[in-house]
């Protein structure tokens, strides 16, 4: 079975840290590409960041470069989202998707967009912060 594991919100304050962790099993490790994507109170959900499992590219959208880094622990087939100076517009519940693309994952273009194809998700953690 496929499992996302997502963990590591909470509450901070705005200015401060966090940093979610996305542990995944069950796809092959080099032909996925794992996003985030948070949805707001009263909102859409919106990609975030994502990273390919195949050569390690990164994508963030505008509104968190700079400020979110994503990486990977192949090892440990996890994913980690570090946010820094955390803004209250920050504030929704944070997940873990996982596209899978036999034969590996290589950006193009944006990895959020439609043309990639998140079929695997985890559980939401929740991250407030407050001003």
């Known amino acids: 079975d496929v499992q996302l594991q997502a963990s590591g919100g909470g509450l901070v304050k705005a200015g401060g840290s966090l940093r979610l962790s996305c542990a995944v099993s069950?796809?092959?490790?080099?032909?996925?590409?794992i996003g985030w994507f948070r949805q707001a109170p009263g909102k859409e959900r919106e990609g975030v960041s994502s990273?390919?499992?195949?050569?390690?590219?990164?994508y963030y959208y505008d509104s968190v470069k700079g400020r979110f880094t994503i990486s990977s622990d192949h090892a440990k087939d996890t994913v980690y989202l570090r946010m820094t100076s955390l803004k209250p517009e920050d504030t929704a519940v944070y997940y873990c998707?996982?596209?899978?693309?036999?034969?590996?994952?290589?950006?193009?273009?944006?990895?959020?967009?439609?043309?990639?194809?998140?079929?695997?998700w985890g559980q939401g953690t929740l991250v407030t912060v407050s001003s």
């Open positions: 998707a996982a596209a899978y693309v036999p034969g590996g994952v290589y950006f193009t273009d944006n990895p959020l967009s439609e043309k990639y194809v998140y079929d695997y």
């Open positions: 069950g796809l092959p490790s080099d032909a996925v590409a």
């Open positions: 990273i390919s499992m195949t050569d390690r590219s990164t």
